[in-house]
């Protein structure tokens, strides 16, 4: 199979299911995952000034300018593991991003999981993590023993971040700054729009058939 489809962008609200998707889309195209969050983790580990300017950010929960963050993606992106193509999930987050982010890359597709406000705090506020990172949910993917992980065996707890209020307020600031995104990768004809909404092995389907299909 050669490959039409390289560099693909994943947009969707936290929920939507990005990531379990983005894997999906990663196997069956055999393309380099990779998430702007990741990114940003990685370069505050790595000691240095740049780590103490990120710090200084991210430490009292305040937004990481837009430089840094470009900057950060794109020197990433141009390292050889990714010379075949990538998966990116939360980035670009805004206009000014997307038009930076074209002049370096021709993006190939931007897959939209579509989910309602309603839904994304419907499986947000059912979200339990361990101190490592897996991902639980009360409802959709319970642990087999309650309020532990299976994987670590780790205790389980909902974020701060994923309790009502915050959710809400998440929602709002990610529909303002992506409503333009979706114009603009829709007037460039890339913007594949998937239905996030249902269950994650259909949605699985829906995502491996518009692939076999174009790719
Ligand atoms: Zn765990």
Request: proline letters at 4%.
């Amino acid at each position: 199979m050669s490959n039409k489809i390289k560099r693909i962008i994943l947009l969707g609200p936290q929920g939507a299911g990005k990531s379990t998707q983005g894997s999906v889309m990663a196997k069956f195209l055999k393309l380099k995952e990779v998430s702007a969050g990741q990114i940003l983790r990685q370069a505050i580990l790595k000691k240095g000034k740049l780590s103490r300017e990120l710090k200084a950010y991210v430490t009292p929960g305040l937004l990481v300018p837009d430089g840094f963050v470009i900057d950060l993606v794109m020197r990433q992106l141009k390292k050889p593991t990714y010379k075949n193509g990538f998966i990116i999930d939360g980035f670009p987050r805004s206009l000014r991003q997307a038009r930076i982010f074209d002049k370096q890359f021709s993006i190939d597709k931007v897959f939209n999981f579509d989910i309602s406000d309603r839904e994304a705090v419907r499986r947000l506020s059912g979200r339990l993590v361990c101190q490592r990172g897996h991902i639980w949910h009360i409802r959709h993917n319970p642990p087999r023993q309650k309020g532990i992980c299976d994987i670590c065996g780790q205790l389980l707890f909902v974020r701060d971040d994923d309790r009502g209020r915050a959710i809400a307020r998440r929602l709002a600031i990610y529909r303002r700054k992506t409503s333009k995104l979706l114009k603009y990768y829709k007037k460039s004809g890339k913007l594949v729009v998937i239905n996030g909404e249902k269950p994650i092995k259909k949605i699985s389907q829906s995502v491996i058939a518009y692939l076999k299909k174009n790719a």
